[in-house]
Protein backbone atom coordinates (compact mmCIF):
# COMPACT_ATOMS: atom_id res chain seq x y z
CA UNK A 1 0.00 0.00 0.00
CA UNK A 2 0.90 3.75 -0.43
CA UNK A 3 3.02 5.11 2.25
CA UNK A 4 3.05 8.67 3.30
CA UNK A 5 6.17 10.57 4.83
CA UNK A 6 4.92 14.02 5.91
CA UNK A 7 7.24 16.82 7.73
CA UNK A 8 7.99 18.34 10.12
CA UNK A 9 5.70 17.63 12.75
CA UNK A 10 5.31 21.04 14.28
CA UNK A 11 5.96 23.92 12.57
CA UNK A 12 6.44 27.54 14.33
CA UNK A 13 6.39 31.09 12.29
CA UNK A 14 5.88 34.77 12.87
CA UNK A 15 2.78 36.19 11.21
CA UNK A 16 3.31 37.39 7.85
CA UNK A 17 6.31 34.80 7.44
CA UNK A 18 6.12 32.06 5.09
CA UNK A 19 5.42 27.91 5.99
CA UNK A 20 6.21 25.20 4.06
CA UNK A 21 5.56 21.66 4.73
CA UNK A 22 6.55 18.48 2.42
CA UNK A 23 5.53 15.03 1.98
CA UNK A 24 6.53 12.30 -0.15
CA UNK A 25 4.62 9.41 -1.37
CA UNK A 26 5.80 5.72 -2.13
CA UNK A 27 3.30 4.32 -5.20
CA UNK A 28 4.47 5.80 -8.27
CA UNK A 29 0.51 5.53 -9.58
CA UNK A 30 -0.84 7.82 -7.16
CA UNK A 31 -1.58 10.56 -9.07
CA UNK A 32 -4.47 12.70 -6.55
CA UNK A 33 -2.50 14.62 -3.84
CA UNK A 34 -5.12 16.31 -1.44
CA UNK A 35 -3.97 18.61 1.44
CA UNK A 36 -6.87 19.10 4.65
CA UNK A 37 -6.49 21.48 7.11
CA UNK A 38 -7.90 20.89 10.52
CA UNK A 39 -8.64 23.09 13.22
CA UNK A 40 -8.61 22.74 17.23
CA UNK A 41 -11.56 20.27 18.19
CA UNK A 42 -12.98 20.25 14.69
CA UNK A 43 -13.54 17.93 11.22
CA UNK A 44 -10.30 17.86 8.66
CA UNK A 45 -11.10 20.23 5.65
CA UNK A 46 -9.93 19.80 2.62
CA UNK A 47 -7.97 23.24 1.63
CA UNK A 48 -5.97 22.39 -1.79
CA UNK A 49 -5.38 19.56 -4.21
CA UNK A 50 -3.16 18.78 -7.32
CA UNK A 51 -3.27 15.96 -9.59
CA UNK A 52 -0.67 14.66 -11.55
CA UNK A 53 -0.66 16.41 -14.76
CA UNK A 54 -0.08 19.69 -13.18
CA UNK A 55 3.41 20.23 -11.19
CA UNK A 56 1.79 23.66 -9.29
CA UNK A 57 -1.55 25.12 -8.02
CA UNK A 58 -2.14 28.32 -6.14
CA UNK A 59 -5.03 29.49 -4.35
CA UNK A 60 -4.83 32.84 -2.91
CA UNK A 61 -2.02 32.58 -0.36
CA UNK A 62 -1.94 28.46 -0.36
CA UNK A 63 0.13 27.09 -3.16
CA UNK A 64 1.22 23.23 -3.89
CA UNK A 65 3.79 21.69 -5.81
CA UNK A 66 4.37 18.44 -6.99
CA UNK A 67 7.41 16.95 -7.97
CA UNK A 68 6.40 13.35 -9.67
CA UNK A 69 10.17 12.03 -10.24
CA UNK A 70 11.11 12.66 -6.81
CA UNK A 71 7.53 11.58 -5.49
CA UNK A 72 7.18 14.54 -3.24
CA UNK A 73 4.48 17.18 -3.18
CA UNK A 74 4.75 20.25 -0.87
CA UNK A 75 1.94 22.81 0.68
CA UNK A 76 3.11 26.08 0.82
CA UNK A 77 1.58 29.17 2.92
CA UNK A 78 2.66 32.67 2.18
CA UNK A 79 2.18 35.56 4.55
CA UNK A 80 0.92 33.87 7.44
CA UNK A 81 -2.19 34.88 9.72
CA UNK A 82 -2.84 33.98 13.36
CA UNK A 83 -6.13 32.03 11.97
CA UNK A 84 -3.70 29.94 9.32
CA UNK A 85 -2.65 27.76 12.96
CA UNK A 86 -4.03 24.75 12.98
CA UNK A 87 -2.94 20.94 12.26
CA UNK A 88 -2.56 20.27 8.01
CA UNK A 89 -2.41 16.79 6.73
CA UNK A 90 -1.14 16.06 2.93
CA UNK A 91 -2.85 12.60 1.41
CA UNK A 92 -2.35 10.28 -1.67
CA UNK A 93 -4.65 7.37 -2.52
CA UNK A 94 -3.98 3.77 -1.67
CA UNK A 95 -3.11 0.98 -4.93
CA UNK A 96 -5.30 3.22 -7.34
CA UNK A 97 -8.01 3.66 -5.36
CA UNK A 98 -10.24 6.34 -3.93
CA UNK A 99 -9.33 5.80 -0.44
CA UNK A 100 -6.53 7.85 0.55
CA UNK A 101 -3.69 7.52 3.16
CA UNK A 102 -3.03 10.32 5.50
CA UNK A 103 0.32 11.40 6.28
CA UNK A 104 0.88 12.06 10.20
CA UNK A 105 0.33 15.52 10.07
CA UNK A 106 1.92 19.17 10.71
CA UNK A 107 1.06 21.11 13.55
CA UNK A 108 1.30 25.04 12.29
CA UNK A 109 1.56 27.70 15.14
CA UNK A 110 1.24 31.28 13.72
CA UNK A 111 2.97 33.74 16.56
CA UNK A 112 1.29 37.32 16.41
CA UNK B 1 -27.59 18.79 2.81
CA UNK B 2 -26.52 17.79 6.89
CA UNK B 3 -23.64 15.85 5.07
CA UNK B 4 -21.70 13.82 7.04
CA UNK B 5 -23.27 12.57 10.26
CA UNK B 6 -22.18 11.17 13.45
CA UNK B 7 -23.36 9.80 16.68
CA UNK B 8 -22.76 9.98 19.13
CA UNK B 9 -20.09 12.98 20.06
CA UNK B 10 -18.73 11.30 22.96
CA UNK B 11 -18.90 7.80 24.34
CA UNK B 12 -16.99 6.11 27.61
CA UNK B 13 -16.91 2.53 27.24
CA UNK B 14 -15.60 -0.03 30.14
CA UNK B 15 -13.15 -2.89 28.74
CA UNK B 16 -15.05 -5.44 26.96
CA UNK B 17 -18.35 -3.62 25.91
CA UNK B 18 -19.43 -3.40 22.65
CA UNK B 19 -21.10 -0.45 20.89
CA UNK B 20 -21.95 0.71 17.19
CA UNK B 21 -20.92 4.00 15.88
CA UNK B 22 -23.11 5.23 13.56
CA UNK B 23 -22.29 6.99 10.73
CA UNK B 24 -24.65 8.34 7.65
CA UNK B 25 -24.35 10.83 4.45
CA UNK B 26 -27.02 12.07 2.03
CA UNK B 27 -24.77 12.93 -0.60
CA UNK B 28 -25.59 9.86 -2.46
CA UNK B 29 -21.42 9.05 -2.19
CA UNK B 30 -20.20 5.56 -2.65
CA UNK B 31 -17.14 5.72 -1.01
CA UNK B 32 -17.33 5.68 2.99
CA UNK B 33 -14.63 5.02 5.39
CA UNK B 34 -13.68 5.05 9.15
CA UNK B 35 -10.41 6.48 10.61
CA UNK B 36 -9.24 7.00 13.92
CA UNK B 37 -7.59 9.58 14.94
CA UNK B 38 -4.61 9.44 17.79
CA UNK B 39 -1.60 12.34 18.64
CA UNK B 40 1.14 12.14 16.67
CA UNK B 41 -0.29 9.41 14.29
CA UNK B 42 -2.80 11.16 11.75
CA UNK B 43 -5.81 9.62 10.42
CA UNK B 44 -5.56 5.71 10.14
CA UNK B 45 -7.94 4.00 8.09
CA UNK B 46 -10.20 0.91 9.53
CA UNK B 47 -12.03 0.31 7.19
CA UNK B 48 -13.91 1.31 4.02
CA UNK B 49 -16.17 0.67 1.50
CA UNK B 50 -16.47 1.40 -2.32
CA UNK B 51 -20.29 0.77 -2.60
CA UNK B 52 -23.65 -0.91 -0.98
CA UNK B 53 -22.68 -4.52 -0.19
CA UNK B 54 -18.72 -4.50 -0.47
CA UNK B 55 -16.44 -3.26 2.46
CA UNK B 56 -12.69 -3.89 2.83
CA UNK B 57 -10.34 -3.36 5.95
CA UNK B 58 -8.06 -0.41 6.16
CA UNK B 59 -4.40 -0.11 8.08
CA UNK B 60 -5.99 -1.02 11.79
CA UNK B 61 -9.09 -3.39 11.48
CA UNK B 62 -8.57 -5.44 14.12
CA UNK B 63 -11.39 -5.05 16.58
CA UNK B 64 -13.59 -3.44 14.63
CA UNK B 65 -16.35 -4.80 12.17
CA UNK B 66 -18.59 -2.59 9.51
CA UNK B 67 -21.17 -3.35 7.24
CA UNK B 68 -22.85 -1.32 4.58
CA UNK B 69 -26.33 -2.37 3.77
CA UNK B 70 -27.57 1.03 1.90
CA UNK B 71 -25.58 3.75 0.19
CA UNK B 72 -26.23 6.12 3.15
CA UNK B 73 -25.57 4.18 6.22
CA UNK B 74 -21.60 2.73 7.66
CA UNK B 75 -21.47 2.01 10.65
CA UNK B 76 -18.62 0.37 12.83
CA UNK B 77 -19.04 -1.71 15.69
CA UNK B 78 -16.57 -2.17 18.32
CA UNK B 79 -16.88 -5.83 19.13
CA UNK B 80 -15.05 -6.02 22.20
CA UNK B 81 -13.83 -2.50 24.03
CA UNK B 82 -10.26 -2.48 24.49
CA UNK B 83 -8.35 0.76 26.54
CA UNK B 84 -6.37 0.69 23.40
CA UNK B 85 -9.81 2.09 21.28
CA UNK B 86 -9.50 5.10 22.69
CA UNK B 87 -10.00 7.17 20.01
CA UNK B 88 -11.49 9.96 18.11
CA UNK B 89 -13.17 8.41 15.12
CA UNK B 90 -14.21 10.26 12.02
CA UNK B 91 -16.11 8.68 9.42
CA UNK B 92 -15.64 10.18 5.70
CA UNK B 93 -17.70 9.86 2.49
CA UNK B 94 -16.24 11.01 -1.34
CA UNK B 95 -17.31 10.91 -4.64
CA UNK B 96 -14.97 10.58 -7.52
CA UNK B 97 -14.47 13.04 -10.26
CA UNK B 98 -12.25 11.64 -12.64
CA UNK B 99 -9.41 10.91 -10.61
CA UNK B 100 -9.88 13.48 -7.74
CA UNK B 101 -12.07 13.04 -5.31
CA UNK B 102 -12.54 14.97 -1.71
CA UNK B 103 -13.32 13.07 1.65
CA UNK B 104 -15.96 14.88 3.70
CA UNK B 105 -15.79 14.55 6.80
CA UNK B 106 -18.09 13.95 9.65
CA UNK B 107 -17.89 15.66 13.56
CA UNK B 108 -16.18 12.62 14.87
CA UNK B 109 -16.89 10.63 18.19
CA UNK B 110 -14.74 10.52 20.81
CA UNK B 111 -14.79 7.36 22.33
CA UNK B 112 -12.59 6.51 26.07
CA UNK B 113 -12.48 3.08 27.24
CA UNK B 114 -11.57 2.63 30.92
Known amino acids: GENVEQHPSTLSVQEGDSAVIKCTYS??????FPWYKQELGKRPQLIIDIRSNVGEKKDQRIAVTLNKTAKHFSLHITETQPEDSAVYFC???????????FGRGTSLIVHP | NAGVTQTPKFQVLKTGQSMTLQCAQDMNHEYMSWYRQDPGMGLRLIHYSVGAGITDQGEVPNGYNVSRSTTEDFPLRLLSAAPSQTSVYFCASSYTSGSSYEQYFGPGTRLTVT
Open chain 1, 27 to 32: DSASNY
Open chain 1, 91 to 101: AAPSGGSYIPT
